[in-house]
Each structure stands twice: as structure tokens, then as C-alpha cells.
């Protein structure tokens, strides 16, 4: 077999030729031990805003909008994974709480088929915030009834949502202890 003359250079060198093939050539100007510079990155002017998560911040870009959703979990206990769901929805176009409650309640009980509302109603959290509740029941399969607690809170144009899920077990259980936890919530003023 015949070797290409490109790779015939290859074939019949000494030991210390092979070496010196293998070895990076130097830069004959770069100084020993000199560290080697790196181009700089383009500056590019994005308009940010620093974003803070739980233990994180990133440059947000500035027409970008935090669509965070909190999930707190707790025990799987009688079959389904338990937790508290919290949502915050900023400059939303209701100006009173019983409206923004009554479109939630609304939205749910056209997206669950067979959902029945229990129990609706003004509340107040731990901290003397005004807030409104709403327990529904139902059946996401045959035979497995759901209990879904929602709170409702809306201070100037920034509403929040809360929600835990029960089985008829759990709610009797857990749902105090739940219940006490979201009632805790305690929203800070929406910035200017």
C-alpha cells in the first residue's frame, strides 16, 4: 500500500522529531510564564434589571416580566402529593378584592368540569390584611374527590393567590395546619 507523501512525514522520524511534532510551538516574542491574553467581550448595552430569586439574581431584561409561580410542598399523604401554590399577578385590572375573588372563582369552575364551590367568603390573614376564601370539591378522576382552599389577597394593583389541595382524609388532618400556614401570608407593599 502506497503512503500519500503528505503523510510520509509522519511515517520515518526519529524519537525527538515526534516529540517536537507533538509539542505546541512557542511564540517566540511571549516571555516564559507570561499568561496568555484573552479577547475582551463586546460591551453590549441591554437594558436590565437585576432580578433577585431565593438565592439567585440575574440581569433581567427590562421588558421581561417575573412570572414567578412559589410551590411549597408537604407530605404525600392518602395519594396525592400536598402543597401551598402561590401566585402573584402585578397590575392586574381590578380595583376591588371581591372583584378579582369572583373572576378566580369564575375561571375555576369553568376549568374543572364538575367542580362545586363550598364555601366563598371575606377572611382576614394573620396580619390584619383584608382577604377572601373559597373551598371547591372535585372529582379529576372517578371516584377521587379533591378539596381545593384558594385565598385571595389584592393590595393596589398586585394580587396573589394561594391554593392548597386535600383528599376528604387530609382536609380534616393536614388542613388546619394548612390552613393556619397560608393565613401567615404576609405581602410586602408593591413598589412605586
Not at 15 to 29: F, H, R, V
Request: aromatic residues 10%.
Amino acid at each position: 500500500m502506497k503512503i500519500p507523501e503528505y503523510y510520509r512525514q509522519f511515517q520515518d522520524q526519529p524519537e525527538q522529531k515526534k516529540e517536537e511534532a507533538k509539542s505546541p510551538k512557542e511564540d517566540p516574542k511571549k516571555k516564559p510564564d507570561q499568561p496568555v491574553e484573552k479577547p475582551k467581550p463586546k460591551k453590549i448595552d441591554d437594558k436590565t434589571v437585576i432580578f433577585q430569586g431565593n438565592g439567585f439574581t440575574i440581569k433581567q431584561l427590562a421588558d421581561w416580566q417575573d412570572k414567578t409561580i412559589y410551590t411549597l410542598t408537604g407530605p404525600v399523604t392518602d395519594g396525592i402529593q400536598h402543597n401551598v401554590i402561590i401566585n402573584i399577578d402585578k397590575d392586574v385590572p381590578f380595583d376591588s378584592l371581591s372583584d378579582f375573588a369572583d373572576f378566580q372563582i369564575k375561571t375555576l369552575e369553568q376549568e374543572l368540569k364538575g367542580c362545586m364551590l363550598l364555601k366563598r367568603g371575606a377572611t382576614k390573614l394573620d396580619y390584619g390584611t383584608e382577604a377572601y376564601e373559597a373551598i371547591f370539591k372535585w372529582y379529576p378522576v372517578n371516584e377521587f374527590r379533591i378539596y381545593q382552599h384558594q385565598v385571595y389577597i389584592l393590595i393596589d394593583k398586585t394580587a396573589y393567590k394561594l391554593t392548597a389541595s386535600f383528599t376528604k382524609k387530609t382536609r380534616q388532618t393536614l388542613g388546619p395546619q394548612v390552613e393556619r400556614m397560608m393565613l401567615s401570608f404576609n405581602p410586602e407593599k408593591s413598589p412605586k
